[in-house]
């Protein structure tokens, strides 16, 4: 049987057609072989890449000896039971093909599962709707993280395999954060937590409605402080209102070029201890600031007890004094707040640490 033949090119196809038995030797195919499963690559041995072709036919997959399926989709393909399909591992993971879609935070169940799969000797299937982008930034990640490589490294390596390949730029954005994190996905990293603003920043243009999650507790509200931890009080009412977790630290910006702010350039990454020229704390949202958030794009913040001025915040994002674009923006200025340390032992008391005016 031979099958339509448009899919992929030439060259990718004798790739995916190599003899199975064979693991990843490249080896000269027939024409009739290579058309067998030609919607789908096999970019690693025993792991493919595919569109939705690749899952329409179970005996494809059965061919391929896969019986593992990853799907990245906005919809969940649906399998005919039968046909080996019971024998089958799936999962899915809802995802669009936009730039703005977050598949950073499900990167490492992904990973896993792909890696799992290895583990128990199954060929596994990572496939999206037309096997370029979304699937792509999948198996991309899985080998940064498997093969220690950078994201162009992988990227540009899996591309020699399919030469169609092409993520969105979001994904490309995604992937590079990745990178940062070392290849694990930390929820309370300060990287993770500005993406995850600026995705929220995207979602809710309007920003009716917050997810809870965003906000870090607010600090009167705990009694024990965290080993290390930096307690950050209103200097004029000495109300507590962050602490050093909630700090989203950046990379110095320098002179006029750091003024011209790339949206998609990751200008976050953690340079612990670098910013002496900043005079401003950039952090997450606090409890306190959600009604003042609400609704509008940017404001004052102010002590919630005796009213002082704080900073300021913008969800489009506002200038550090070093130059570098933080979006979105939570600032506060360091001359308006003392630093006291959090003793660990004794919960709520707190000991004044040396502070530096700018
Ligand atoms: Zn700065
Ligand atoms: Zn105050």
Redesign the pocket.
């Known amino acids: 049987m031979v099958r339509p033949t448009a899919a992929w090119p030439l060259g990718a196809a004798m790739l995916e057609a190599q003899d199975r038995s064979h693991g990843w030797e490249r080896e000269s195919q027939s024409a009739s072989r290579a058309s067998s499963s030609r919607q789908m690559l096999e970019v690693r041995p025993g792991l493919y890449l595919g569109g939705a072709a690749a899952v329409a036919e179970l005996d494809q997959l059965r061919e391929a000896g896969i019986t593992a399926v990853l799907t990245v989709d906005s919809e969940e393909p649906s399998f005919k039971s039968g046909a080996g399909v019971e024998v089958l591992r799936r999962l899915f993971v809802p995802a669009l093909d936009k730039p703005e879609t977050d598949l950073l935070s499900h990167l490492d169940r992904c990973v896993a599962f792909i890696a799992q799969a290895h583990v128990e000797g199954r060929a596994v299937l990572v496939h999206c709707h037309s096997g370029v982008s979304r699937s792509v930034a999948v198996v991309t990640a899985f080998m940064m993280k498997t093969e220690q490589l950078t994201f162009e490294t992988a990227y540009e390596n899996l591309r020699t395999v399919n030469p169609e390949a092409k993520m969105n730029e979001g994904f490309e954005w995604q992937l590079k954060l990745y990178q940062v994190m070392e290849y694990e996905v930390d929820t309370s990293s300060a990287i993770y937590k500005q993406y995850r603003l600026q995705k929220v920043t995207e979602k809710y243009p309007e920003l009716q409605n917050l997810p809870q999650e965003l906000f870090a507790v607010d600090p009167t509200s705990i009694s024990q402080g965290l080993k290390d931890e930096v307690l950050y009080k209103c200097r004029k009412c000495r109300r507590s209102l962050f602490r050093s977790s909630s700090i989203l630290d ?1 990379n ?2 320098s002179g006029p070029i750091a003024f011209a702010h790339k949206r998609m350039t990751p200008s976050f990454i953690l340079t612990k201890g670098s ?1 002496a ?4 704390y ?1 952090i997450e949202p606090v409890q306190w600031m959600e009604s003042i958030l609400l609704g509008v794009m940017d404001g004052q913040l102010l002590c919630p007890k005796c009213s002082a001025k704080l900073g300021s915040f913008n969800w489009y994002g506002e200038q ?5 674009w ?1 979006t979105p923006a939570f600032q506060i200025h360091k001359n308006r707040v003392d630093e006291m340390k959090i003793l660990p032992v004794l919960g709520s008391q707190t000991t004044k640490i040396q502070t530096c005016d700018i």
């Open positions: 950046h110095e910006g910013q020229q900043c005079t401003s950039f550090c004094s070093c130059g570098r933080i």
